[in-house]
């Protein structure tokens, strides 16, 4: 079965460049999540997306801003880059049925390391 | 909000059963959630149970929910090497944003 996909998988910065995540989601699937996960941590909400509207924003820093597109992939893009931006940034992809399920199917991450 | 907590580590022998503990706080959670994260790798659901339940069987996995004491619980059978993981315990209510737990690190000793 299809997954969600992510690119790149890797991706070395340094200080104050900018770096652009994209995600392409499960087909069929209409919302889009952004999860940051730091060293040892577990994954925090960053932003969602619905039908290409912003859903929910959770700790998103303002240097960060996203969206999603007419085919629902979605685009992290990042600015400013800062140290403690390093981390492993997931998307995940649901599809929002009418009972409100919104069981959430994970990439398999895009790991930044700002140098 | 929620907060979700877990124990931080558990360790098994190959062959026993293994039981990772997670309680969550926001009584409105109605879907319940259970993902690996293998090293390096990405989150890997596992299963799921809605509050309306109090278990759920898959293979060998069993979930037990006790909404009472807003405790969730995840037993692996037969645990075997391939096990060892982190295994996150999320929850959200319906169309909301995961909020996770901090993991529980699973060691199984061949």
């Known amino acids: 079965a299809a997954g969600v996909i992510q690119s790149p998988r890797h991706l070395i910065k340094e200080k104050r460049e900018t770096a652009t995540l994209k995600c392409y989601p499960i087909p069929r699937h209409d919302t889009v999540y952004w999860y940051q996960q730091g060293p040892g941590q577990d994954p925090q909400f960053l932003i969602s997306f619905y039908e290409k509207m912003q859903s929910d924003k959770g700790s998103i820093p303002d240097r960060f801003s996203a969206q999603q597109f007419s085919d629902y992939h979605s685009e992290l893009n990042m600015s400013s880059l800062e140290l403690g931006d390093s981390a492993l940034y997931f998307c995940?992809?649901?599809?929002?049925?009418?009972?409100?399920?919104?069981?959430?199917?994970f990439g398999p991450g895009t790991r930044l390391t700002v140098l | 909000g929620e907060d979700v907590e877990q124990s931080l580590f558990l360790s098994v022998r190959e062959g026993d059963s293994s039981v990772i503990n997670c309680t969550y706080t926001?009584?409105?959670?109605?879907?319940l959630y259970w993902y690996k994260q293998e090293p390096g790798a990405g989150l890997q659901l596992l299963t799921y149970i809605f509050s309306n339940m109090d278990m759920k069987q898959d293979q060998r996995l069993t979930v037990l929910l006790n909404k009472k004491d807003k405790h969730l619980s995840l037993r692996i059978a037969d645990t075997q090497t391939g096990d060892s993981a982190i295994y996150f315990c999320a929850g959200n209510s319906g169309n909301t944003p995961l909020v996770f737990g901090k993991g529980t690190r699973l060691s199984v000793i061949a």
């Open positions: 926001d009584s409105s959670s109605t879907y």
């Open positions: 995940a992809s649901s599809h929002r049925g009418r009972r409100g399920t919104d069981t959430q199917y």
